[in-house]
């Protein structure tokens, strides 16, 4: 089945510094999400990219799908304790259900 | 309503007892899904509807998980027996989009299911 690897499987970073995550397919995908989950939260969706090549921004948060439509990074710039949870990409491949990721849990020291 | 909403919030259960877990999607949308998140791992895919119908069960752990959407709305996922193994955390999503393509899914807060 689809499988969708994420790395780091855990990040801790001084408020302030960015964070970056990664996610790859060995398949080339339709389109790729990412949600945000908040401990003790349920994910909640951040964005879509579906262009390849495509870069998306938003306020802090930059997302970015490869040129070959298998590889994804989430980046944060200057980490707030807002930022605080677990990053999740989902990806679509056609068929009708989304394959989550392994998910990057991102910690924050204040 | 204005998201989608699961109920109970939590379910704590005897190991062989049956469980009966409900979501009730936003108004409108023609997707749901139902997922299983054990703890520390991403959500796993369960079984998605489209309207009434059940179009894909193939993440059903086993003939003892049973989900349904009979009017197109509010859909249930039932497990027979519960045993230890099915202790987790069942997410259900809506959808405007059939098959929720091209579109972000809603995630319900979640039925926690502890199998004691």
Redesign the interface.
Known sequence: GQQVMQIPQYQHVQEGEDFTTYCNSSTTL??I?WYKQRPG?????L??L?KSGEVKKQKRLTFQFGEAKKNSSLHITATQTTDVGTY?CAA?TG?????????TRLTVIP | GAGVSQSPRYKVAKRGQDVALRCDPISGHVSLFWYQQALGQGPEFLTYFQNEAQLDKSGLPSDRFFAERPEGSVSTLKIQRTQKEDSAVYLCASSSRPGGMDAGYTFGSGTRLTVV
């Open positions: 339709s389109n999400q939260g349920h994910p909640v969706f964005i879509q579906v999740f679509q068929a009708n259900n989304l394959f989550f990721g392994t998910g």
